[in-house]
């Protein structure tokens, strides 16, 4: 029966049997504002593959978010409300005996209207309910919790582990011993840890340290009492950043102490930042006229009176430089063309390689690696005083560029016909020597290019239509270096989402700014 509800698939191989599982049976308790809901699960034996359908969550990561910032960072106002939708969420899911395990920007989700949705539960660990729900009530608003704490100081067996497990960045201290020595740790508390990072990210737009461990410079400076927070942040952030940032596990709050803390119960942490979101959004539109002003992002509080984002302060400069744009696109081209290759053999030989390493975290018992990022890893700033100093701005940042770029895969209202938009991305395929198979569906409105290595010499094969069998066996042979879709809008615009299928992230990201740059003409001259 069709409803006409727009959904979210997750396809799940074999190889990542276990993690599915654990991932559909920790949902199907948590029912919960905060939480990515599961709508339906389907196996499909003749495929091979199982199928996650979950709400949609069109809004995309909230790393997009913070590196897609003109300052790089969240406004504190608005990293107040996504941190506390976050600690509600989790102060839930414990009382429910399920410890996330690898709570980080990429794992949080955005809903059309800019709510958060914790995903991604594949490592997750689920023990016997502290707190029955009889005895427990939890609401979005204000998460009150009855019948004893959710999350006692007193750890029982269940929620122990001694697994090096999650992602390394924030990754609680006591995780990141076990590399060495598994010792046991409250997985509850390292979530805990791994929340405070998110939001020291969140508000400073980089780490602290690259990993929890004395020999880390940042992390020492943090056991040695000598760290320092950036010196803009006020004294109630901070403090929630200390309760969190415990070296110590035993002397961290849980999340339900932590909704007690006066910065999580300010008239802020509780209301959606609508308008500073639909700005951010608008940040990225293909068309120039949607573009936020210096005046709406100081509004928001996403820039400080004073500052101005890097468009603004290039805008002088950008009419002369457009002229010469014509003439110098065939030597950009030819240049780009030189290094691509290179970085799509290496997309496609790294792609084995982060498939073992993602499948190897979905043991049965529990032994896990490190998993593999989604995403770039965003800078390390250690305990800058200032947001305005030069190791912090966004301009002398690269990982902030890398990440703008992601942020940007939603490029649309682009003011040409499809079948121009889809000759013009041909075209800069075959500059760069790829291969692409193109499928057009009947009137022309969708396209789908299918990019793959070629050797040496650009092809683009037109109007081909592959079988489910053929598609399926150019996917599993790891051939594909990205997807370009090309789909038809309203009023007569069009947007490019290209896609990565596997492999290497730094490699796809450096092929998608290349082909951003040869197609920048489609989009007024935009990058």
Same mark, same amino acid.
């Given at each position: ?60 990561e909230l790393f997009n978010k913070i590196v897609q910032s003109p300052s790089g960072h969240f406004p504190e ?75 006692p100081k007193n750890d029982s067996l269940e929620d122990m582990a001694n697994s090096f497990c999650g992602s ?147 805008? !002088? @400069?950008?009419?002369?430089?457009? %002229?010469? #744009? =014509?003439? $110098? &696109?065939?030597? *950009?081209?030819? /240049? +780009?063309?030189?290094?691509?290759? !290179? @970085?799509?053999?290496?997309?496609? %030989?790294? #792609? =084995?390689? $982060? &498939?073992?390493? *993602?499948?190897? /975290? +979905? ?5 896990? @690696? ?10 390390? &700033? ?92 150019l996917f599993q042979k790891r051939e594909l270096v990205c997807i370009v879709r090309v789909l038809e809008g ?38």
């Amino acid at each position: 029966m069709s409803t006409g509800q727009l959904v979210a698939v997750k396809v799940c191989g074999s190889n990542r049997l276990a993690q599915t599982k654990r991932e559909v049976d920790i949902l199907s308790v948590l029912k919960h504002p905060s939480i990515l809901g599961l709508i339906a699960c389907s196996i499909s034996v003749e495929l091979d593959m199982t199928f996650l359908v979950f709400e949609l969550c069109s809004g995309g990561e909230l790393f997009n978010k913070i590196v897609q910032s003109p300052s790089g960072h969240f406004p504190e106002h608005v990293a107040q409300y996504y941190f506390r939708s976050l600690v509600d969420g989790v102060a839930f899911m414990h009382s429910k005996g399920v410890a996330h395990r690898d709570i980080k920007p990429e794992n949080l989700l955005l809903t059309g209207i800019h709510e958060l949705r914790i995903s991604d539960f594949g490592l997750s660990r689920m023990s016997v309910p502290e707190v029955s729900s009889e005895d427990t009530t939890s609401t979005h608003n204000n998460a009150t919790h009855k019948g004893g704490d959710a999350s006692p100081k007193n750890d029982s067996l269940e929620d122990m582990a001694n697994s090096f497990c999650g992602s390394l960045n924030y990754m609680a201290p006591e995780v990141c011993q076990c590399v060495w020595i598994p010792a046991p740790y409250s997985t509850k508390r390292s979530d805990i840890w791994s929340a405070g990072m998110l939001l020291y990210v969140m508000l400073v737009g980089g780490i602290p340290w690259k990993r929890a461990l004395p020999a880390d410079p940042g992390y020492s400076k943090l056991i040695n009492g000598t760290f320092s927070f950036p010196s803009n942040l006020s004294q109630g952030a901070i403090e929630v950043l200390k309760a969190c940032l415990q070296p110590d596990a035993s002397k961290r709050l849980t999340a339900v102490e932590l909704l007690e803390l006066p910065w999580l119960n300010s008239s802020q942490a509780t209301t959606l930042p609508t308008k500073e979101m639909d700005v951010l959004a608008r940040s990225v539109s293909g068309d120039r006229s949607e573009w936020p002003s210096n005046a709406e992002y100081v509004d928001c509080g996403w820039l400080q009176e004073g500052e101005s984002t890097s468009t603004e302060a290039s805008s !002088s @400069s950008s009419t002369s430089s457009s %002229t010469s #744009s =014509s003439t $110098s &696109s065939s030597t *950009s081209a030819t /240049s +780009a063309a030189t290094t691509t290759q !290179s @970085s799509a053999e290496m997309l496609t %030989t790294s #792609s =084995s390689s $982060s &498939s073992s390493s *993602s499948s190897s /975290s +979905a043991t049965e018992d529990d032994t896990v @690696s490190e998993r593999p990022s989604k995403r770039p890893r965003l800078g390390v &700033s250690l305990g800058v005083s200032s947001q305005n100093s030069p190791e912090n701005s966004p301009e002398e940042r690269p990982e902030l560029h890398v990440g703008r770029a992601i942020a940007a895969l939603g490029w649309h209202a682009i003011p040409h016909k499809t079948t121009s938009v889809r000759d013009a991305v041909k075209a800069a395929l075959a500059s760069l020597n790829l291969q692409a198979l193109v499928q057009d569906n009947e009137d022309n409105s969708q396209v789908e290019i299918l990019v793959t290595k070629s050797n040496g010499v650009g092809v683009v094969s037109e109007n081909t239509t592959l079988t489910k069998a053929e598609r399926r066996e150019l996917f599993q042979k790891r051939e594909l270096v990205c997807i370009v879709r090309v789909l038809e809008g309203e009023g007569g615009t069009n947007t490019i989402h290209i896609s990565r299928p596997g492999g290497d992230m730094f490699a796809f990201h450096n092929l998608y700014k290349k082909l951003r740059t040869l197609l920048g003409e489609m989009n007024s001259g935009a990058r």
